[in-house]
């Protein structure tokens, strides 16, 4: 089974700073997605950014990019120009492509970020 | 667009009573839908894959017969808790997968979530 593991319980930044968000996996497959998900307090989960994992290139959306490393593993949410509306929870996920898996989500243990003004 | 909502967004129930939490995909179908359970400051753990037209898949540790799972078509999916007890109580949270093109991106689009409490 795979897991997904976020070391950061929490990370503060301040307002226009940078904050980089850890995730790492383990999987036996060589083809999945992966995506970061934001809960605000609303509690709505939002999708922030997807990879595919045979794209060599990391993706990025506006402020959000990641660092996908395969052969490690690792999976980093880099926040440029923090802004006060980024304060959230963050979960990174994974999906297995294959469709005999179900295409179910497992979800890391999450990231508090705080941004300060 | 895919949008999914589920209502009720917060329910209060007497314990030993049941309680049906919907999920609807407004404006795509989806044959498959997910459900999670989400404690105060913790992940979101999946309960339950729900099928269209057949028998919902349930993750280990999860009471089938506690946690009724029908998804009757395409866009509604429902949750019963049924005899909820306090240890119930906990915030319901409902995924859905598109067919068609929007399969293809991996892409899971969420409800805005149920809180469930149970007295």
């Known amino acids: 089974a795979q897991t997904v593991t976020q070391s950061q319980p929490e990370m503060s930044v301040q307002e226009a700073e940078t904050v980089t968000l850890s995730c790492t996996y383990d999987t036996s497959e060589s083809d999945y997605y992966l995506f970061w998900y934001k809960q605000p307090p609303s509690r709505q989960m939002i999708l922030v950014i997807r990879q595919e994992a045979y794209k060599q290139q990391n993706a990025t959306e506006n402020r959000f990019s990641v660092n996908f490393q395969k052969a490690a593993k690792s999976f980093s949410l880099k926040i440029s120009d923090s802004q006060l509306g980024d304060a959230a929870m963050y979960f990174c996920a994974y999906r297995s492509a294959f469709p005999a898996a179900g295409n179910k989500l497992t979800f890391g243990g999450g990231t508090r970020v705080l941004v300060k003004p | 667009g895919a949008v999914v909502s589920q209502h009720p967004s917060w329910v209060i129930c007497k314990s030993g009573t049941s309680v049906k939490i919907e999920c609807r995909s407004l404006?795509?179908?989806?044959?498959?839908m997910f459900w999670y359970r989400q404690f105060p400051k913790q992940s979101l753990m999946l309960m339950a894959t729900?099928?269209?037209?057949?028998?919902?898949?349930?993750e280990q540790g999860v009471e089938k017969d506690k946690f009724l799972i029908n998804h009757a078509s395409l866009t509604l999916s429902t949750l019963t808790v049924t005899s909820a007890h306090p240890e119930d109580s906990s915030f319901y949270i409902c995924s859905a997968r598109p067919l068609g093109a929007g399969s293809n991106t991996g892409e899971l689009f969420f409800g805005e979530g149920s809180r469930l409490t149970v007295l």
């Open positions: 729900s099928n269209e037209g057949s028998k919902a898949t349930y």
């Open positions: 404006d795509f179908q989806a044959t498959t």
